[in-house]
């Protein structure tokens, strides 16, 4: 998976929502990033059909989003910490392909996950950071591909989109853009 592009490995939940949000595929984001989904998650996704799972699907056939796979032994570890941590497999399984990239983060948006993340004792999961999908509104903006007003108006349009009006999501993804560009999503 060497292409001289910054890998990031995303959860369904991130994934869907940047498809709903339409800015996955985006040109300028394709120049510096590498899609990756654990193939956990691919299957997890792709099991209902859906317009989103199509779209997923084609971005898959196209080499826009890489399925990443994991030997039957990984697998069966991830299932275990699953039951363990009472957690997604598709969560857990992000962590070790990040781990497997050495990456010290996802790309993650699942309500679940982050509220149990204080609580994760599994080190290769409890050392992975995940980051929602305000990372890649904040990339864009610093790319000067958003403008301050634009990146509000997506933000909302992915909260709305999602269904994740005042919920743990969008006030951490608040909360991301805030810190690192100091712009206050209202």
């Known amino acids: 998976m060497k292409s001289g ?24 984001l394709e120049q510096h990033f590498q899609w990756i989904i654990p193939a956990l998650v691919y299957e997890e996704i792709t099991r209902v059909p859906t317009p989103v799972t199509r779209t ?39 962590c070790f392909v990040a781990e497997a990239l050495n990456i010290g983060f996802f790309l993650c948006d699942d309500h679940k996950f982050i509220r149990r993340l204080s609580k994760i004792k599994e080190p290769r999961v409890a050392n992975k950071v995940p980051l929602g ?10 790319m000067h591909h958003l403008d301050e ?9 992915i909260v709305n ?3 994740w009006k005042n919920s743990i999501v969008e006030i951490s993804n608040r909360r991301f853009l805030f810190d690192t560009l100091g712009i206050w999503v209202g």
């Open 5 to 28: 592009k910054q890998p990031l490995v995303l959860d369904s939940s991130t994934l869907i929502a940047l498809i709903k949000g339409k800015l996955l595929p985006h040109p300028a």
């Open 56 to 94: 997923i699907e084609q971005l898959v056939q196209e080499g826009k989003v890489n399925v990443y796979s994991l030997d039957e032994d990984v697998r069966r570890e991830i299932q275990a910490i699953s039951s363990r941590e009472k957690l997604g497999v598709g969560e857990i399984s992000c």
């Open 161 to 163: 989109e999602n269904n």
């Open 149 to 157: 007003e634009t990146l509000k108006e997506l933000f909302h349009r």
């Open 133 to 142: 999908f305000a990372f890649i509104l904040a990339t864009l903006f610093k």
